[in-house]
């Protein structure tokens, strides 16, 4: 098959990361996949396999996620069997690609908590089939009336784990070193941009009522516009000393295997990668429970209920044979569940059924 991957920009973010490993993956299985991005370059250039096709519309990066240059002319010239379009802008355009490429089947994609714009909700109408990347996020498009359920389906993100061992513990040590953590330091982690319906705000607060007598930390890897204000915040609880604002990681992997667990208390998820790799990595987590995060696997609390929130973490806290059995299921499912040999084949099942002629 001919397949070409649509994103407006590989910033750093799971969807961004999930386009990359998907037209890698693509391209692994003997497909000719080519990667189109609205901006270039970006936090995750560098991830597309050499051989996977690539092209970038805007010359020079205005900044401006929406803006798509040629991308008809260009889509056309690729002539492609399957058009994948992943990232809220480029799913705001799926619907242009699809009346544009009648010939081409195009697979709209919904991987966010976020409102969706009416160009979305417009497009989720005209393309020939969409994808939910969780449960729960299907049933709602199903329920709303955005997408008719014989168009729907769900396949959940797919991720590439390191194989799964015993971290060395001296490297893991170092790790925790550099940071400040010692033997006896409970060690919280959250991989996520800093964005308002993050609510990092909500963890903040939670931990800062906890006993000053418990030796923990919270290590904080991304960037973002809510990211001044959370350090603000910490420091006047009192906590700053205690959390680590680490920027921008490429590699977190290093970050997981020296933490003893995830916590997240996002409004607005559909799928948390971030869950998934920390359970994949043997870590018990806490979340507040928005769209698709029970799906994760691990330990959920309603939105809001904040005296559930801290009962369990205590029980996080308190309890660090739970947390090794509690990690050791965790990185059981997490790594049969999301594989990406299991979604890349879902995926490529779909496509095959799109573009065969019906019986």
Same mark, same amino acid.
């Given at each position: 098959?001919?397949?070409?991957?649509?994103?407006?920009?590989?910033?750093?973010?799971?969807?961004?990361?999930?386009?990359?490993?998907?037209?890698?993956?693509?391209?692994?299985?003997?497909?000719?996949?080519?990667?189109?991005?609205?901006?270039?370059?970006?936090?995750?250039?560098?991830?597309?396999?050499?051989?996977?096709?690539?092209?970038?519309?805007?010359?020079?990066?205005?900044?401006?996620?929406?803006?798509?240059?040629?991308?008809?002319?260009?889509?056309?010239?690729?002539?492609?069997?399957?058009?994948?379009?992943?990232?809220?802008?480029?799913?705001?355009?799926?619907?242009?690609?699809?009346?544009?490429? *009648?010939?081409?089947?195009?697979? /709209?994609?919904?991987?966010?908590?976020?409102? @969706? &714009?009416? +160009?979305?909700? !417009?497009? #989720?109408?005209?393309?020939?089939?969409?994808?939910?990347?969780?449960?729960?996020?299907?049933?709602?498009?199903?329920?709303?009336?955005?997408?008719?359920?014989?168009?729907?389906?769900?396949?959940?993100?797919?991720?590439?784990?390191?194989?799964?061992?015993?971290?060395?513990?001296?490297?893991?040590?170092?790790?925790?070193?550099?940071?400040?953590?010692?033997?006896?330091?409970?060690?919280?982690?959250?991989?996520?941009?800093?964005? *308002?319906?993050?609510?990092?705000? /909500?963890?903040?607060?939670?931990?800062?009522? @906890? &006993?000053? +007598?418990?030796? !923990?930390? #919270?290590?904080?890897?991304?960037?973002?516009?809510?990211?001044?204000?959370?350090?603000?915040?910490?420091?006047?609880?009192?906590?700053?000393?205690?959390?680590?604002?680490?920027?921008?990681?490429?590699?977190?992997?290093?970050?997981?295997?020296?933490?003893?667990?995830?916590?997240?208390?996002?409004?607005?998820?559909?799928?948390?990668?971030?869950?998934?790799?920390?359970?994949?990595?043997?870590?018990?987590?806490?979340?507040?429970?928005?769209?698709?995060?029970?799906?994760?696997?691990?330990?959920?609390?309603?939105?809001?209920?904040?005296?559930?929130?801290?009962?369990?973490?205590?029980?996080?806290?308190?309890?660090?044979?739970?947390?090794?059995?509690?990690?050791?299921?965790?990185?059981?499912?997490?790594?049969?569940?999301?594989?990406?040999?299991?979604?890349?084949?879902?995926?490529?099942?779909?496509?095959?059924?799109?573009?065969?002629?019906?019986?």
């Amino acid at each position: 098959m001919k397949i070409l991957v649509v994103q407006d920009h590989l910033r750093s973010g799971g969807t961004e990361r999930q386009s990359c490993l998907l037209a890698n993956a693509f391209k692994a299985a003997g497909h000719d996949v080519t990667l189109l991005t609205f901006r270039p370059g970006g936090a995750l250039a560098h991830a597309p396999a050499p051989d996977v096709g690539r092209i970038g519309l805007q010359k020079v990066d205005f900044g401006w996620d929406w803006f798509a240059p040629g991308l008809i002319r260009h889509s056309r010239a690729v002539a492609p069997d399957v058009v994948l379009c992943l990232g809220r802008m480029a799913n705001c355009w799926a619907g242009w690609i699809a009346q544009r490429l *009648p010939a081409a089947r195009v697979v /709209a994609t919904v991987r966010t908590g976020k409102p @969706l &714009p009416w +160009t979305y909700r !417009w497009s #989720l109408r005209t393309v020939n089939h969409v994808v939910a990347n969780s449960a729960e996020t299907g049933r709602h498009l199903v329920e709303s009336g955005a997408v008719a359920r014989e168009r729907l389906s769900v396949i959940p993100n797919a991720l590439v784990f390191p194989p799964l061992g015993q971290p060395d513990p001296e490297e893991r040590q170092n790790v925790r070193d550099l940071h400040g953590a010692n033997p006896a330091t409970l060690v919280f982690l959250w991989v996520g941009m800093f964005r *308002p319906e993050k609510n990092h705000r /909500a963890l903040i607060e939670h931990l800062a009522q @906890l &006993p000053s +007598t418990i030796p !923990w930390q #919270l290590w904080l890897a991304g960037d973002g516009p809510t990211r001044r204000e959370i350090e603000r915040l910490a420091r006047s609880l009192g906590i700053l000393e205690r959390v680590r604002f680490l920027g921008f990681v490429a590699d977190p992997t290093p970050l997981y295997l020296a933490a003893d667990a995830a916590l997240m208390t996002s409004r607005r998820e559909s799928l948390s990668n971030f869950l998934i790799e920390a359970h994949a990595h043997g870590l018990p987590s806490l979340a507040c429970a928005a769209t698709g995060v029970p799906e994760c696997g691990g330990v959920t609390v309603p939105m809001d209920d904040e005296a559930s929130f801290r009962i369990e973490l205590r029980r996080l806290i308190d309890n660090p044979d739970w947390r090794h059995q509690e990690g050791k299921r965790l990185a059981a499912f997490a790594r049969e569940e999301f594989s990406t040999e299991r979604r890349t084949s879902a995926y490529l099942s779909l496509f095959y059924r799109l573009i065969s002629p019906p019986a």
